[in-house]
């Protein structure tokens, strides 16, 4: 397994930290990073492990799923001041977007929630290269869960998908089988055969006169839906078992400051 944390800070310090070295700093100091905005914690653990095989010792970080306020400190580490150097900036990136994360799916949970306490909120594939094995536990920090991990972990054809293959004959697997019809038709045609039946572009209107009509077609079909804006969740959670969504991903980063200091 590749050593994700190896890569960003090989990213930013190939070679040796520049500033560092013409400063000549030697001895060793405190990191503490800090957050100006409320948020949700997330990988602040994945983050002290790294810190931890580097030699330095992580004094304090919140626990994954911790809401926090403006203010509060989310890590804090000492060791080899060069060593803090090198890692800080990438370090509070890489928390600004996993606390953005896991506060924007936890938001959308709870919006979703309110209108019905049994619906799950899931993200999609669409994370970013090298950045998934995070960015999934972030969505899981927040509440949300995850619609599908890879092509590796699931079955779901989409419109592409029949387009394609021409119409679904018997279909068998150990896994769920998810399909997204292209039109009422197909939804009733394959709805004996789904076991997920994800519904977009369908307003809330017609996913309330749809979906207990399928249901009565199988009453083991799970109803998805994907592809909405996140004002328009309550309308939607009613009528459907799991809403899909793609935005947690690109929750705007949180501002976050990081303070080094000598010992």
Same mark, same amino acid.
């Given at each position: 397994?590749?050593?994700?944390?190896? +890569?960003?800070? #090989?990213?930013? =310090?190939p070679?040796?930290d520049e500033s560092?070295?013409? +400063?000549a700093?030697?001895g060793?100091?405190?990191?503490q990073?800090?957050?100006?905005? /409320?948020g949700?914690?997330a =990988?602040?653990d994945d983050? &002290?492990?790294?810190?931890e095989?580097?030699?330095?010792?992580?004094? &304090?970080?919140l626990e994954?799923g911790?809401?926090f306020?403006?203010?509060?400190?989310l #890590?804090? &580490?000492?060791g080899?001041l060069?060593?803090?150097?090198?890692l800080?900036?990438?370090?509070q990136?890489?928390?600004?977007v996993? =606390?953005?994360?896991?506060g924007?799916?936890?938001?959308?949970t709870q919006l979703?929630?309110k209108a019905?306490?049994?619906?799950?909120?899931?993200t999609?594939?669409?994370? !970013?290269p090298?950045?998934?094995k995070f960015?999934?536990?972030?969505?899981?920090?927040g509440g &949300?869960d995850? !619609?599908?991990?890879?092509l590796s972990?699931?079955?779901?054809?989409?419109?592409?998908?029949?387009?394609v293959a021409?119409?679904?004959?018997? +279909?068998?697997?150990?896994?769920?089988?998810e399909?997204?019809?292209?039109?009422?038709?197909?939804?009733?045609k394959y709805?004996?055969?789904a076991d997920?039946?994800l519904?977009? !572009?369908l307003?809330?209107?017609?996913l309330?006169?749809?979906?207990?009509?399928l249901?009565e077609?199988?009453?083991?079909?799970e109803? /998805?839906?994907g592809?909405?804006?996140?004002?328009k969740?309550?309308?939607?959670?009613?009528?459907?078992?799991?809403?899909?969504?793609?935005?947690?991903?690109y929750?705007?980063?949180?501002?976050?400051?990081?303070?080094?200091?000598r010992?």
């Amino acid at each position: 397994m590749i050593d994700l944390f190896e +890569l960003y800070f #090989f990213e930013d =310090c190939p070679y040796q930290d520049e500033s560092a070295e013409l +400063l000549a700093l030697k001895g060793k100091g405190t990191l503490q990073i800090k957050s100006r905005e /409320a948020g949700v914690s997330a =990988c602040t653990d994945d983050l &002290a492990a790294y810190y931890e095989k580097q030699g330095l010792k992580v004094c &304090a970080f919140l626990e994954n799923g911790k809401p926090f306020e403006p203010e509060t400190t989310l #890590f804090e &580490a000492e060791g080899d001041l060069k060593t803090l150097f090198k890692l800080w900036r990438v370090s509070q990136t890489f928390l600004s977007v996993m =606390c953005a994360i896991a506060g924007k799916a936890a938001a959308f949970t709870q919006l979703a929630r309110k209108a019905n306490p049994d619906v799950i909120v899931a993200t999609s594939r669409k994370t !970013h290269p090298g950045a998934r094995k995070f960015e999934i536990k972030a969505v899981r920090a927040g509440g &949300a869960d995850v !619609h599908r991990n890879s092509l590796s972990d699931s079955i779901q054809f989409s419109q592409n998908h029949l387009r394609v293959a021409g119409e679904l004959k018997n +279909l068998r697997a150990l896994k769920k089988i998810e399909i997204e019809p292209r039109s009422r038709e197909e939804a009733f045609k394959y709805a004996k055969k789904a076991d997920i039946m994800l519904l977009d !572009h369908l307003s809330p209107e017609e996913l309330r006169e749809l979906s207990p009509k399928l249901k009565e077609l199988n009453s083991k079909l799970e109803l /998805a839906v994907g592809g909405i804006k996140a004002e328009k969740i309550p309308e939607y959670a009613p009528f459907v078992d799991i809403i899909v969504s793609s935005a947690p991903y690109y929750a705007q980063p949180l501002d976050l400051t990081s303070k080094i200091e000598r010992i």
